[in-house]
């Protein structure tokens, strides 16, 4: 297979005891892989790859700093942040064409592992901005295999008493362990299935757990987590006629009670992708490659030039133009020739108007003479019909439109430098720090903070476009969002 001309575009969702990774080369299928442990993970070797690491957008500073940290010893370098309702809200509208129309807002439910993450999100131009955000590590996976632990442990423990003793015991932590992950194995099982079996390690023998018994047990958490979703939408004043829909992702999701209880107390059908467990990661691949060179790159001045040469071209030919259809409506009201001679003229060239030496020739912008009037004994311009993409009209152009100077400054423009990521710092140091790195043209636009939503620091700076790590020429604006506290001072 032929190498990928794309800069490769890396996904990481650093979950509590999986890795997800996706790649993107261009508009190719994404290749996503799930790793059990970090260090079953080995660097992916792609060169100049633009990676972005996902995290919960209820977090604070110091937490994301420990997501950066976490992406680089896992050995992706430089990754930006993606907050998690971004990265679901990019995953929906590159699976299903759901883009977020203006006014609308996205309702995003993350039920993984290790905590259950609310977030809103909407789109603003090209930007995306979480409107609200909440989290809890009461609600999770995790702790649903707990309850049912508890549960199966009163409910079998006179049939099996050492058993149920053993796993109690502090020294056998491995033991309980494993127990547990039978569990979820059969929680897991039990989307699909009314029951399901749980082996008891190291005895050979087997329970048996039932959807309504599991249903039973992880209703109250799940119960939380509805009401976070009430609060959440409550606080960023979010009705039913501006919400676009509730997207569920993360494994412990596909509950069947998640979607019940949402649909019952919410109102809105949840929207649950192919594998709600890969979206995440998929997502931040999708705003890696956002910020790729290919996507990110602004038009150079070679190419705005050559826009403006192709503007001038048309206007000297709609001169021409005008000018020839003056001469023949003169002619024709003065009947000064005959319709033949009229015809000769129009093909002839456009020669100036006769008894008008006064005034500047209609070609006197494109000519580039001093005078700018054409010799009489001068050859005929091209007519219309015989133009050809060869600026051949415009004789003697000045020095900045000469081909010659075209390579230096094409030579100059093309000189690019990487963009700092000054994401989670404040105001004043990434000003300062962009500056350093010869991005002076800031655009910087600040967002009042509100009791809901992630604790941001005052003046700290939660998103930047183009991201760091991408390259950009010097020139071209960076802008950068903070938020503020009450008034801004920043």
């Known amino acids: 297979m032929e190498p990928s001309p794309h800069t490769p575009a890396v996904g990481i969702d650093l979950g509590s005891s999986t890795t997800t990774v996706s790649i993107r080369h261009g508009d190719e299928h994404p290749e996503t892989r799930v790793f059990d442990h970090l260090s079953d993970h080995q660097p992916i070797d792609h060169g100049d790859a633009v990676n972005a690491a996902t995290v ?25 942040l993606v907050p998690e309702p971004e990265a679901a809200a990019r995953h929906l509208a590159a699976t299903r064409g759901d883009e977020l129309a203006p006014g609308k807002s996205l309702v995003v439910y993350n039920l993984g592992a290790s905590s259950c993450e609310i977030g809103i999100v909407s789109l603003r131009g090209d930007q995306y901005v979480v409107e609200g955000a909440a989290g809890t590590e009461r609600v999770c996976g995790r702790e649903f295999d707990l309850l049912l632990l ?3 442990a009163i409910r079998h423990r006179h049939a099996h008493p050492e058993f149920w003793q053993w796993i109690e015991d502090p020294d056998e932590a491995a033991l309980r362990a494993k127990l547990l992950d039978e569990i979820r194995l059969a929680r ?29 047990c992880i209703a109250p958490p799940i119960a939380q987590s509805v009401t976070m979703i009430e609060n959440a939408m409550s606080a960023a004043a979010l009705t039913s006629e501006r919400t676009a829909g509730l997207l569920m992702v993360g494994g412990a999701c596909q509950t069947p009670l998640v979607a019940s209880m949402i649909r019952e107390r919410i109102g809105l059908e949840p929207i649950l992708p192919e594998m ?41 030919l709609l001169v021409l133009f005008i000018a020839a259809t003056a001469i023949v409506a003169l002619r024709l009201i003065g009947g000064a020739v005959s ?7 129009a093909t002839a060239g456009f020669p100036t108007v006769p008894d008008a030496s006064d005034q500047s020739s209609p070609s006197e912008a494109e000519t580039g003479g001093e005078g700018g009037q054409q010799p009489e004994d001068a050859p005929p311009s091209s007519p219309p019909d015989e133009e050809s993409s060869d600026p051949a009209p415009t004789p003697d152009p000045t020095p900045s439109e000469s081909s010659p100077a075209a390579p230096a400054t094409e030579s100059k423009s093309s000189a690019t430098t990487t963009v700092p990521n000054v994401t989670g710092g404040s105001l004043s140091e990434a000003e300062a720090e962009l500056a350093e790195a010869g991005f002076t043209n800031v655009d910087a636009q600040g967002s009042q903070r ?17 991201p760091g790590g991408t390259e950009s020429d010097p020139g071209e604006p960076i802008t950068v969002t903070y938020v503020y506290v009450g008034q801004d001072t920043c």
């Open 339 to 345: 319709t033949d001679e009229i015809g000769a003229d």
């Open 188 to 216: 897991e099982r039990l989307t699909d299935a009314e029951s399901a079996d749980v082996p008891l390690p190291s005895t050979g023998l087997k329970v048996r757990i039932t959807r309504e018994e599991a249903e039973h």
């Open 450 to 466: 509100g009791n809901q939503g992630p604790d941001y620091a005052e003046c700290e700076v939660t998103a930047q476009s183009p």
């Open 150 to 152: 508890d549960y199966l």
């Open 276 to 316: 709600p467990e890969l979206a995440l990661a998929e997502g931040a691949a999708l705003a890696a490659l956002a910020a790729t060179p290919e996507a990110a790159r602004p038009p150079t001045v070679v190419d705005r030039l050559r826009s403006a040469h192709h503007i001038r071209l048309l206007a000297v």
């Open 56 to 80: 919960p957008a209820s977090w604070n500073t110091r937490q994301r700093a420990s997501r950066i940290e976490a992406a680089t010893s896992a050995g992706f370098d430089n990754a930006f």
